[in-house]
């Protein structure tokens, strides 16, 4: 099993959360998505083939703009720059 720590910016409630859990759980190889709201980390487990790319294409889609955290290994090749979307809430209703 693989793990991938994702530093996530624009998460503000619980909203937020479900939100960039729906937008990580239906990639391939994705068991599990721990966000941690306060600090805004999210910690993704499971075969996670695609690797990190997928996972911070996904959180841009949704509206949460991502990168691989500092410290963290990634499952794949994830050198290039970190995607980054125009600052958005992502559909939250907080703002």
């Not at 624009?10 to 599990?32: D, E, F």
């Amino acid at each position: 099993m693989n793990i991938i720590d994702l530093e996530v910016q624009g998460m503000n409630c619980g909203s937020c959360v479900n939100h960039v859990t729906q937008a990580l759980k239906p990639i391939p190889g994705v068991s599990t998505v721990a966000v941690d709201l306060k600090s805004g980390h999210v910690r993704v487990s499971g075969s996670l083939d695609a690797g990190a790319e997928r996972l911070v294409s996904a959180l841009t889609e949704a509206g949460y703009p991502a990168k691989l955290s500092s410290g963290s290994a990634p499952a794949h090749d994830s050198s290039g720059p970190a995607v980054r979307a125009k600052a958005s809430r992502g559909g939250c209703c907080c703002g």
